[in-house]
């Protein structure tokens, strides 16, 4: 009963990002915004509101350890599995600005959590009221550069969104809010039903089976993507998704309630694992052969991500 509230709750998390996605995408061409600039905040936000909600539910429902490892696990996800299985179904070219701006933007983010944590084992109110600023901060630079280097419209932004009916927006709302809600509800539930019955603990389950699931979108849509020899999804949307999850998930829900570090395994060994597989990019797109990720180097990512999960199991730390 368990797996299955798990299953209904990734469902339901699926459908409402989608259709949240979809209303935030129409309601921004109603205030006559950019088509850049719904793509660069808009569709990022939306995108991250099953984490957000999966963990402020965690959060309000005394598990924070499954509210910081949804985020941790994700991003470990995001570049391990997602990237990793996208370069093995075809090479991903790298633009400068990953480098320049999205990757160093990342490590700040991720050491500026680990940081926060550490220092007295809780994410305060103030702490994720310094990541969320941090991110607005982010953004207005993302937003400028972008102007000015007059970078086309962005291809995720669908265009037919732009004369959808307001009533039609306000059902796909409803819709999103509502699956959202009761999605990370059950899946919240039901994980922890399964950490009980299955002895592991909830630091364990939200780093591993939460975490895949808030990614299982990004990675359909990447490998859909590529496999069709579009442009897949580009590494700096992925980089991108990686800050919003530190600083507006994690953010946002600290500031509605602080989270305290339960689990010793988050600072021991899982957030050194996320550090890892962020600054391994860096050599990663730059040797053998430059600003491209080869399938090879996706190979290597799926199977660092394979031994991660392996130690996750096996109670090894790193």
Known sequence: ????????????????GEFLVRSSVALSFKFNISKMVIGLTVVSFATSAPELLVSL?????GSPAIAINNVVGSNIANIGLVLGITALVGSIAVDKSFYKLNWPVMMVFSIALYYFLKNDNMLSAIEG??????????LVILIKGAKEEAIPDIEEV???LSVVSNFKIGIWLLIGAIALYFGSEWLVF??????TAVGASE????????AIGTSVPELAASVIAAAKKEKAISLGNLIGSNIFNVASVLGLTAMVKPIPVTEPQILASDIFWMLGFSAVLIPLIFLPKRLQISRFKGFFLVFAYGVFMFLVFTKGKF
């Not at 039901?190 to 950490?195: D, L, Q, R, V, W």
Request: a negative charge; charged letters at 10%.
């Open 203 to 210: 630091a364990v389950i939200g780093v591993s089976l939460i």
């Open 57 to 61: 539910q965690a959060a309000l429902s």
């Open 158 to 160: 669908d265009e037919a």
């Open 1 to 16: 009963m368990s797996l299955l509230w798990v299953i209904l709750g990734f469902v339901l998390l699926v459908v409402g």
């Open 190 to 195: 039901g994980a922890k039903e399964i950490a």
């Open 129 to 138: 009221g310094i990541l969320f600023i941090g991110l607005i901060v982010f």
